[in-house]
């Protein structure tokens, strides 16, 4: 069978190679193993992850973790831009 380049096959075509391969031990490369970062704990007043519980249901997160990952990492991004643009202010005014 000839193969087409793989960005051209669509999604039917690559199931179909999968599936006439899928028990073809030398069509398949060496199994990848990924290791996950350990998670961090942070320790939180019961009274604040119960607040934090109720705002990642009201915006339809899965967990609570989830919504606190995307609320912290939008926090640093602020502050990040927040500290690069004062950065840049200090910068000029000592520079006139």
Do not use: C, G
Not at 36 to 58: C, D, I, N, Q, Y
Request: hydrophobic share 40%.
């Amino acid at each position: 069978m000839r193969q087409k380049n793989k960005r051209s096959l669509s999604d039917k075509e690559i199931d179909s190679i999968v599936i006439a391969q899928a028990d073809n031990d030398s069509a398949w490369e060496r199994p990848s193993h990924i290791r996950r970062k350990k998670p961090t704990a942070v320790a939180l007043a019961s009274e604040l992850a119960a607040r934090a519980a109720f705002f990642a249901r009201l915006h339809r997160e899965a967990n609570v973790e989830d919504w606190l990952t995307r609320i912290i990492q939008e926090r640093v991004d602020l502050e990040e831009a927040a500290y690069v643009a004062l950065k840049r202010d200090l910068s000029s005014k000592t520079n006139v």
